[in-house]
């Protein structure tokens, strides 16, 4: 079983609904949750970040933490074709230790 | 704040040779760092993980004799890839962190475009 786990996809989504990005980890010990966005050729940029049960937002995104299911999501409302790109689901013990990837969900929004 | 700056950021080198791939925190101490290596489509692996002034610990399936890792100070560690072939022809990403009082998160360098011919 990977560590994280997420649906490789593709997702399409059409401009202007919701893309629901999902992710799944194995080690109940996890703290610390992250989603990176990563286009093509790049190196991953910080969406969200989220430590503790519940939803939290930002703009457009909203992470969601349940950490007694040991998932975590992400929602991108208003979908822009500028959103196309693969999202990373991260998970890390805390503090410094070390950052664990899914194998990210490749998203495209449709005009 | 938190800056990590990689470079080079592309490199091309002869089988054979090797490579230093050099990663610094610009405006903080990054007591912990990170590399990654990404194939084409798919995720980041994680390397190996360096704590300033200590031996590197690397995962599993990671030649620690051939992706030297120093973290001399807590502001660069450098990636050398020695005797290089074109099977470790990727994409190579280091990341840098802190230990302290709050979760500082997981800084990104822009990555490094390695191809060996």
């Known amino acids: 079983q990977k560590e994280v786990e997420q649906n490789s996809g593709p997702l399409s989504v059409p401009e202007g609904a919701i893309a629901s990005l999902n992710c799944t980890y194995s080690?109940?010990?996890?703290?610390?949750f992250f989603w990176y966005r990563q286009y093509s050729g790049k190196s991953p940029e910080l969406i969200m970040s989220?430590?503790?049960?519940g939803d939290k937002e930002d703009g457009r995104f909203t992470a969601q933490l349940n950490k007694a299911s040991q998932y975590v999501s992400l929602l991108i409302r208003d979908s822009q074709p500028s959103d196309s790109a693969t999202y990373l689901c991260?998970?890390?013990?805390?503090?410094?230790?070390?950052?664990?990837f899914g194998q990210g969900t490749r998203l495209t929004i449709n005009p | 704040g938190a800056v990590v700056s990689q470079h080079p950021s592309w490199v091309i080198c002869k089988s054979g040779t090797s490579v230093k791939i050099e990663c610094r925190s610009l405006?903080?101490?990054?007591?912990?760092m990170f590399w990654y290596r990404q194939f084409p489509k798919q995720s980041l692996m994680l390397m190996a993980t360096s704590n300033e002034g200590s031996k590197a610990t690397y995962e599993q399936g990671v030649e620690k004799d051939k992706f030297l890792i120093n973290h001399a100070s807590l502001t660069l560690s450098t990636l050398t890839v020695t005797s290089a072939h074109p099977e470790d022809s990727s994409f190579y990403i280091c990341s840098a962190t802190r230990t302290g009082p709050r979760n500082y998160g997981y800084t990104f360098g822009s990555g490094t475009r390695l191809t060996v011919v």
């Open positions: 080690d109940r010990g996890s703290q610390s």
């Open positions: 991260a998970v890390s013990g805390g503090g410094a230790q070390k950052l664990v």
């Open positions: 989220i430590y503790s049960n």
């Open positions: 405006d903080f101490q990054a007591t912990t």
